[in-house]
């Protein structure tokens, strides 16, 4: 009975950590495809469009249906919560490295885009350049998580009982 159990623990314990690395590589994918998107509309000189920044939860959607999709053609299914922690894995990697690219951006790339921001934040002129940067931080990290974790529990609604129903 205990070697069942050891066998049991250890392939359980190899899944987690290979549906780990599938979120980890998505939220790389998923990060690049952030910062890809904002360069493109960059060249395109539409980066000053706020409204057009919303596309990123397209990218983010895809990313994280790819992770959920690519788990269960690898394992068969997937258990909720171990979808929901995917989701949060590759929204987190991907939400930090687009922040990250951001950073960057905003300081050493283009630092006429962060007046841009300053300009259309409400009493924006009152505020220092840090602070004006850690609030875009903190407001593309609320925005990229609440999306992110949303579209999380929606996928998972859906292929929960996908997966559940092919049994």
Same mark, same amino acid.
Request: proline share 1%.
């Given at each position: ?7 049991y623990s250890?392939?359980?314990e190899? #899944? ?8 980890i590589?998505?939220?790389?994918y ?5 910062v890809? =998107? ?7 000189n ?7 920044h919303y596309f990123?939860?397209?990218? !983010?959607?895809?990313? !994280?249906? =790819?992770?959920?999709?690519? #788990? ?8 909720y ?7 949060? #894995? ?11 690219f951001?950073?960057? =951006?905003?300081?050493?790339?283009d630092?006429?885009? !962060?007046?841009f !921001? ?14 004006? #940067? ?14 992110g974790f ?8 859906? =292929? ?8």
């Amino acid at each position: 009975m205990k070697n069942t159990e050891n066998i049991y623990s250890s392939t359980t314990e190899n #899944i987690g950590k290979s549906n780990n690395s599938i979120s980890i590589k998505t939220g790389i994918y998923c990060g690049l495809g952030l910062v890809f =998107y904002f360069i493109v509309m960059r060249l395109l000189n539409l980066h000053q469009v706020i409204e057009l920044h919303y596309f990123n939860i397209v990218v !983010l959607f895809f990313g !994280l249906r =790819y992770a959920i999709k690519h #788990i269960i053609s690898k394992n068969g299914e997937i258990r909720y919560f171990e979808g929901l922690k995917s989701g949060v #894995i590759v929204t987190l990697i991907s939400i930090f490295m687009f922040n990250l690219f951001m950073i960057l =951006y905003e300081t050493i790339i283009d630092p006429s885009f !962060l007046s841009f !921001l300053s300009e259309n934040i409400v009493s924006g002129h009152l505020f220092s350049t840090q602070q004006i #940067i850690i609030s875009v931080f903190g407001i593309l990290t609320i925005e990229g998580l609440s999306s992110g974790f949303i579209l999380t529990f929606m996928l998972m609604q859906f =292929y929960k009982a996908e997966s559940s129903s092919t049994k």
